[in-house]
Nanobody, 126 residues
Framework: QVQLVESGGGLVQAGESLTLSCAAS????????MGWFRQAPGKEREFVAG????????YYVDSVKGRFTISRDNAKNTVYLQMSGLKPEDTAAYFC???????????????????WGQGTQVTVSS
């Protein structure tokens, strides 16, 4: 069983940076691939970034490539999302998820994740 708690969200101006954290409970954090999704009001939850168990492979939605960086520290049971050059369209609730699957395509699909955090709000003003 894995429990996930996101933190680090807030209100920032366009062009600024913010780093989100997702802290996981349990002894088997390194057994899970991790991902970040986001959801704006009235919209579907959208894949943002994913990272493999050892951190060697990362995946991003095109709209955040070059601006966001996902990383993990297995010793701290934590995954991060560093966001720079934030835009108003990045405004959303951000969720981290954990998955036990091994398919690359599974990173992008909400239904493939086994555990979810409660979300943290990121608001970017223009």
């Amino acid at each position: 069983q894995v429990q996930l708690v996101e933190s680090g969200g807030g209100l920032v101006q366009a062009g600024e940076s913010l780093t989100l954290s997702c802290a996981a409970s349990g002894r088997t954090f390194s057994s899970y691939a991790m991902g970040w999704f986001r959801q704006a009001p009235g919209k579907e939850r959208e894949f943002v970034a994913g990272i493999s168990r050892g951190g060697g492979q990362t995946y991003y939605v095109d709209s955040v490539k070059g601006r966001f960086t996902i990383s993990r520290d297995n010793a701290k049971n934590t995954v991060y999302l560093q966001m720079s050059g934030l835009k108003p369209e990045d405004t959303a609730a951000y969720f981290c998820g954990a998955r036990g699957g091994y398919s690359i395509g599974g990173y992008y699909r909400e239904a493939e994740y086994d555990y979810w955090g409660q979300g943290t709000q990121v608001t970017v003003s223009s």
